[in-house]
C-alpha cells in the first residue's frame, strides 16, 4: 500500500515538475532575499562595529543598574580608627545619616581616644583590641582606663573617655557576616572563614589563601567579599564599605526628613487619625499628604505633573491635528473637491508636514515657545495634521457614491450633500484614525520630552543620565506603562464600537 | 416620551397610530443622538480648554507672549547666501570661514581616499538609515518568529498564547528612550543603543500586527497539509507563510518608514546619527547646517515614503494603504 502510492508519488512529481519544484526563478529570489539578509547583517556589524562596542561594554555595571531597579542599597562605611570604628552613613543614605539598622550589631567600650595628631600608628594605645572584647554596653568598663596613660609626649593633653563602638558586625541577610576590629576583619560566608589583618593605613593581609568570593588585586590591597544579591564589602586598610542590598524601593512614601518616615503603615494612620498634631500649624493628614508628594527622593507631585504634561500633549495635540485636518481633507480629496490644482496643494502640504520629522518641529517650537508642553503639542499637531490629511482624504475617496446621489437627488445644496451624504459615512473611519494616534502619541510625547518639548521625557531622561536613579526609571515607566494600557484599551474599545456594522450597536 | 412631542412638532393626525408611534420613536432616537453627541462635544471642548490652559501654564514662555517672536528664530535661520546650504551640505569650505564651529564644514569629512569623502550629514543620514533598516529586519525577524505562537488558530495553548501576547505589548508600550538610556549607560555613546531600542519597540509593534494577519489567514492549506500528517512547523511553513508574507512585508515597510523618524529623535538623545548633529546645530544656532540637515532629512524621508509605498503597493495593491483601522 505505502510502497504504491510511493511509486505514485514519484510518477505524479516525474510527470508535473514544476508543481512540486517551484519554478527556478522564485527559488533563486528566495535564496538571494536570504542571502542579502545574512550580507546586510554582516555588512552592519562591520558599520557599527558592533563585536567591538559588546566587548567593550560594561556588562558588569548593566547588572548593577537592573538591580537598583527594584532593590536599593545601604552603604555604611566604617572608618578604622587606631583603637575604635566609626560607623557612617551618607547624607543620602536611604536609612539617613544616623542609620541603625539591626543587621548591623555594635558593640561599645568607654576608651580614651588619643588626640589625631598624636605620634605615628605605632603609638597611642598599644594594647589595642584584645582587651576591648567585653561585652557591649559596658559603660564603666574599667579597660579602657589601664592603656590610656602612655601617651606619648608629643601628644596633646588627653581626652575625656568616651563610649566608642570598638566591634561591628554585619549580617549580610543570612548570606553571610562581617566581623570588623580595629585591626582585623573576619568575613565568614556558608562555612568558610576569611581573617583579614589591618594594617592601619598600609595594608590588608589575608590569613591564607582567598576563597572564590574574594579578590584582592595585589597583596596589601583592598580585599572585596561578595555575597551574591545581598551585597559585597570593601575592605581597604583604612575602612570598610558596606553595600548591603535590600528588595523594594526606600523610602517610597516618606523620605529621611519627615516626622512620619519609618514608621509602619498602622503606626501613620494612627498619627493622621487620633494622634497629637506634630506640626502644631495644620493637621496630620496635610502633613502627611504634603511630605508624600514633596518626597525629596521620589518627587511624586513632580512626576504626576509631567506625566499629565505628557498625557495632554498627546491629546491636545492630536485633537487639534483632527479638527484642522478634517476640512483640509475635503479639499484634498479628487471626488469631493473637483479641483485638480487644489487637491495636489492640499496633497502635498500634507507630505510636506508629514515629512518633516516630528523631531524637527519639536526642536524648533522648543526654540519658539521655550521648553515645556506648549511646543510637544504644537509638533504633534503639525506632524498629525499631514498624517490626518492623508488618511482622511484616502478615506473621502474611498467613499460609497449612491448616498451622496440619493441625497443630490432630492435637490440638497452642496454643503447638504456632504453633511448627510459623505460625513456619515467617513466619520467613523476618521474618529478610529484619530483615536489610533492618540494612543501611539502619548508614546512619542515621551520622547519629545526629552529633547525639551515638556512631559515627563526630560526627567526620564535626568533620572537615566545619572546612572544612579534607576528605581525612578521604574517608577517612571511604570506609571507611563499604566497610562499607556489604560489608553490603548479605551481607544480600543471606542473604536470597535465605532467600526462594528452598524447592527451590532445599539 | 411626552415631552418629546409637546417640545416637538406634534405628531401629525393624519398619520395612522402605528404610524405615529414610528415617528415619535424615530424622534426619540434623534434627540437621543443629538443629546449624546453635544455632550460629546461638549465634553471634548472642556478636556481642550483644560488642557490648552494647563500646558500654556506649565510652558516656560506663554504662547501669546511668544506668538509675536515666532518668527524671529526662523529669522535667524537665513544663511548668508543661498549657496552656504550646499556647502554645509556637501561640506565644501566657506567663504566666511573665520574658524568658528559655525562655519567649519570641510572638518567633518569622512575620508575614503586622499581626495574623495563622504560628507558629514550624509555619512549621518546613512547611519541613521541603517539604524532604522537593521532594527526592522531585528524586528522583523523576532516578530516573525513570535507571531505564530500568539496566533488563535494555530496554537491550542491559552496560556502560551496569553504570555506571548503580554511580553509583545511589554515590549511595544515600553518607552524606547528607556531602553536607550540605560544601553548608553552600558555601551557607552553610539549607534547601538538606538539599534537596540528600536529593535525592541519593533519586535512587539510588528509582531502585534503580524499575528493579527495570521489570525485572519485561510486555514484550508493548514488543514490540507494536517491531513497528510504534516507536523506544525511544516504546517506554519508551508500552510500559512506564503499567505501572510506580502502582507508582513508591507508591515515591515510601513515599520521602516516610523523607524526612521524614531531613530532620529533616539539619535537626538544620544544615540548617534543625524538626530544629534541636528540638535546641536539649531541649539548652537548654525544656520547653514540646521538648514542642511533638515532639507537632507526631509528629502531622506519623502525618498523612504515614497520607496515603500511603491513597494507595498507591488506587494499587495490598494489595502496596503488601510493603516489604523485594524488595529
Request: a neutral charge.
Amino acid at each position: 500500500m505505502a510502497s504504491a502510492v510511493t511509486t505514485e508519488m514519484h510518477e505524479v512529481a516525474e510527470r508535473y515538475p514544476a508543481v512540486l519544484k517551484g519554478s527556478l526563478r522564485k527559488r533563486r529570489i528566495s535564496w538571494l532575499v536570504a542571502a542579502g539578509i545574512v550580507g546586510y547583517l554582516m555588512f552592519a556589524w562591520w558599520f557599527f562595529s558592533i563585536g567591538t562596542v559588546f566587548a567593550n561594554a560594561k556588562w558588569d555595571i548593566a547588572g548593577a543598574y537592573l538591580a537598583d531597579w527594584v532593590s536599593y542599597e545601604v552603604r555604611p562605611n566604617i572608618d578604622l580608627r587606631e583603637d575604635h570604628l566609626e560607623v557612617k552613613f551618607t547624607r543620602f543614605d536611604p536609612l539617613g545619616p544616623n542609620g541603625n539598622p539591626d543587621w548591623l550589631a555594635r558593640e561599645t567600650a568607654m576608651i580614651v581616644k588619643s588626640a589625631p595628631q598624636a605620634g605615628g600608628a605605632g603609638g597611642g594605645v598599644s594594647s589595642s583590641s584584645g582587651s576591648f572584647l567585653g561585652p557591649a554596653g559596658g559603660a564603666t568598663a574599667p579597660a579602657g582606663s589601664d592603656g590610656a596613660t602612655p601617651i606619648p609626649s608629643a601628644a596633646a593633653t588627653p581626652i575625656e573617655p568616651s563610649e566608642e563602638v570598638v566591634r561591628a558586625t554585619v549580617d549580610f541577610s543570612g548570606a553571610g557576616t562581617v566581623d570588623i576590629r580595629p585591626d582585623r576583619v573576619t568575613v565568614t560566608r556558608g562555612d568558610e572563614t576569611l581573617v583579614l589583618d589591618i594594617v592601619r593605613d598600609v595594608a590588608v593581609n589575608a590569613q591564607g589563601p582567598l576563597p572564590s568570593w574574594a579578590t584582592q588585586r595585589s597583596p596589601g590591597d583592598k580585599v572585596v567579599v561578595y555575597f551574591g544579591v545581598p551585597g559585597r564589602a570593601e575592605i581597604e586598610s583604612d575602612e570598610v564599605k558596606i553595600r548591603h542590598r535590600f528588595l523594594g524601593w526606600a523610602n517610597f512614601v516618606f523620605d529621611i526628613n519627615s516626622p512620619f518616615w519609618g514608621k509602619s503603615a498602622g503606626e501613620v494612620f494612627d498619627l493622621v487619625v487620633s494622634g497629637d498634631r506634630v506640626e502644631p500649624s495644620r493637621s496630620n493628614l496635610s502633613l502627611a499628604w504634603n511630605n508624600f508628594l514633596y518626597n525629596a527622593e521620589w518627587q511624586h507631585l513632580d512626576v504626576w505633573t509631567k506625566l499629565l504634561e505628557t498625557i495632554v500633549m498627546a491629546f491636545a495635540g492630536t485633537v487639534l491635528a483632527s479638527l484642522v485636518a478634517f476640512p483640509l481633507a475635503f479639499i484634498a480629496a479628487r471626488n469631493i473637491m473637483p479641483n485638480r490644482v487644489l487637491n495636489q496643494v492640499a496633497k502635498r502640504f500634507f507630505d510636506l508636514q508629514r515629512s518633516v520629522d516630528m523631531l524637527i518641529w519639536a526642536l524648533f517650537f522648543t526654540r519658539a515657545f521655550g521648553p515645556g508642553p506648549l511646543a510637544g503639542i504644537s509638533a504633534i499637531f503639525f506632524t498629525d495634521t499631514g498624517t490626518f490629511g492623508k488618511l482622511y482624504s484616502e478615506a473621502l475617496e474611498n467613499i460609497d457614491d449612491k448616498q451622496r446621489e440619493g441625497v443630490r437627488s432630492v435637490g440638497a445644496s452642496p454643503t447638504a450633500v456632504q453633511r448627510y451624504g459623505v460625513v456619515p459615512q467617513v466619520l467613523p473611519v476618521f474618529l478610529s484614525q484619530s483615536l489610533y494616534f492618540w494612543e501611539s502619541n502619548t508614546r512619542s510625547a515621551t520622547i519629545l520630552g526629552a529633547v525639551g518639548a515638556g512631559g515627563i521625557g526630560l526627567k526620564l531622561w535626568e533620572a537615566i543620565r545619572t546612572n544612579s536613579d534607576w528605581e525612578n526609571v521604574a517608577y517612571m515607566v511604570i506609571l507611563i506603562l499604566i497610562v499607556v494600557f489604560v489608553f490603548d484599551n479605551i481607544s480600543t474599545a471606542l473604536r470597535q464600537r465605532l467600526i462594528s456594522p452598524p447592527g451590532a450597536a445599539s | 416620551m411626552s415631552a418629546i412631542t409637546e417640545t416637538g412638532r406634534p405628531v401629525k393626525p393624519s398619520l395612522s397610530e402605528t404610524g405615529g408611534l414610528v415617528e415619535r420613536h424615530w424622534r426619540e432616537l434623534a434627540v437621543r443622538r443629538r443629546l449624546y453627541s453635544l455632550g460629546g462635544v461638549v465634553f471634548l471642548a472642556i478636556a481642550m480648554a483644560g488642557s490648552l490652559w494647563f500646558a500654556n501654564e506649565s510652558n516656560a514662555g506663554k504662547f501669546f507672549d511668544r506668538l509675536p517672536h515666532l518668527f524671529d528664530f526662523l529669522g535667524q535661520l537665513v544663511p548668508r547666501d543661498g549657496w552656504e546650504v550646499w556647502r554645509a551640505m556637501f561640506d565644501l569650505p566657506s567663504p566666511y570661514d573665520d574658524g568658528s564651529l559655525k562655519y567649519n564644514y570641510p572638518e567633518g569629512r569622512a575620508y575614503f581616499t586622499e581626495t574623495l569623502y563622504v560628507p558629514e550629514y550624509l555619512y549621518l543620514m546613512v547611519e541613521t538609515l541603517n539604524i532604522a533598516l537593521l532594527s526592522t529586519l531585528i524586528g522583523f525577524l523576532l516578530g516573525f518568529g513570535l507571531c505564530f505562537l500568539a496566533a488563535r488558530n494555530l496554537v491550542a495553548n491559552r496560556w502560551l498564547r496569553f504570555f506571548v501576547r503580554r511580553f509583545m505589548e511589554i515590549l511595544r508600550a515600553f518607552p524606547e528612550i528607556v531602553i536607550a538610556g540605560f544601553f548608553l549607560a552600558v555601551f557607552s555613546l553610539g549607534a547601538i543603543p538606538a539599534i537596540l531600542a528600536v529593535s525592541i519597540h519593533t519586535i512587539g509593534a510588528l509582531g502585534k500586527m503580524f499575528f493579527e494577519v495570521v489570525e485572519n489567514a485561510d486555514m484550508r492549506p493548514d488543514e490540507g497539509l494536517r491531513a497528510v500528517g504534516g507536523n506544525w512547523i511544516e504546517r506554519v511553513w508551508f500552510g500559512i507563510v506564503p499567505q501572510v508574507m506580502p502582507n508582513f512585508v508591507s508591515y515591515a515597510l510601513l515599520r521602516f518608514e516610523i523607524n526612521v523618524r524614531a531613530s532620529t529623535i533616539i539619535g537626538a538623545v544620544g544615540g548617534g546619527g543625524i538626530g544629534e548633529a541636528l540638535r546641536l546645530s539649531i541649539g548652537q544656532t548654525h544656520e547653514a547646517k540646521t538648514l542642511a540637515i533638515v532639507l537632507l532629512l526631509f528629502l531622506t524621508i519623502v525618498a523612504v515614503d515614497q520607496f515603500s509605498a511603491w513597494l507595498r503597493r507591488k506587494l499587495v495593491g490598494d489595502q496596503a494603504f488601510e493603516f489604523g483601522r485594524g488595529g
